[in-house]
T-cell receptor, first 113, second 113 residues
Framework: DARVTQTPRDKVTEMGQEVTMRCQPILGHNTVFWYRQTMMQGLELLAYFRNRAPLDDSGMPKDRFSAEMPDATLATLKIQPSEPRDSAVYFC???????????FGPGTRLTVL | GENVEQHPSTLSVQEGDSAVIKCTYSDSASNYFPWYKQELGKGPQLIIDIRSNVGEKKDQRIAVTLNKTAKHFSLHITETQPEDSAVYFC????????????FGTGTRLTIIP
């Protein structure tokens, strides 16, 4: 069945290292969202894309985070350099522009030591 | 921007009883209200949603009600079962043209066998 996939599922890294998370949206979906989930802040929208173009990245710390869609089947979220406060679960979700529903992937659990 | 408050933060109910989770939102222009269920180690899963032109929607044991005047909406689960145990999130979407979902802080529902 169609679902959003994310890799890696778990990532442990040291402070200062670069981290790249990948997302494959549901085939045919043209809108991709990146969320971060922490106990303190809950689910926060970092950025989202429509037809590979960024529409809103106001939730993303610009100095160290970057999000791209190299093609319609791949979205990436990169953190460089990573910091302990970036430790969280990062979710990708996809949807079809003009429809309301967002479908979430299983998440990447990031731990920065 | 939109602000969503969710209550209670934890809820325990006896198997077979009903559970109700309530959310309020701040932006009267918000027009889409989904509910997500998140099980341990998984991404949020859309279980039901409602648009602002509808007052109530039901899907088997799950129902959602919306009061636009009071700016609140509720999730009702009847005949609860152990597999209903999870964290439930409400969300509100700002008006058309903006696909940002603002999430509530979540309710941890425990069904007592």
């Amino acid at each position: 069945d169609a679902r959003v996939t994310q890799t890696p599922r778990d990532k442990v890294t040291e402070m200062g290292q670069e981290v790249t998370m990948r997302c494959q949206p549901i085939l045919g979906h043209n809108t991709v969202f990146w969320y971060r989930q922490t106990m303190m802040q809950g689910l926060e929208l970092l950025a989202y894309f429509r037809n590979r173009a960024p529409l809103d990245d106001s939730g993303m710390p610009k100095d160290r985070f970057s999000a791209e869609m190299p093609d319609a089947t791949l979205a990436t979220l990169k953190i460089q350099p990573s910091e302990p406060r970036d430790s969280a679960v990062y979710f990708c979700a996809s949807g079809l522009g003009g429809r309301n529903e967002q479908f979430f992937g299983p998440g990447t659990r990031l731990t920065v030591l | 921007g939109e602000n969503v408050e969710q209550h209670p933060s934890t809820l325990s109910v006896q198997e077979g009883d009903s559970a109700v989770i309530k959310c309020t939102y701040s932006d009267s222009a918000s027009n889409y209200f989904p509910w997500y269920k998140q099980e341990l180690g998984k991404g949020p899963q859309l279980i039901i949603d409602i648009r602002s032109n509808v007052g109530e929607k039901k899907d088997q044991r799950i129902a959602v009600t919306l009061n636009k005047t009071a700016k609140h909406f509720s999730l009702h689960i009847t005949e609860t079962q152990p597999e209903d145990s999870a964290v439930y999130f409400c969300a509100a979407r700002e008006p058309a043209g903006n696909e940002k979902l603002t999430f509530g802080t979540g309710t941890r529902l425990t069904i007592i066998p």
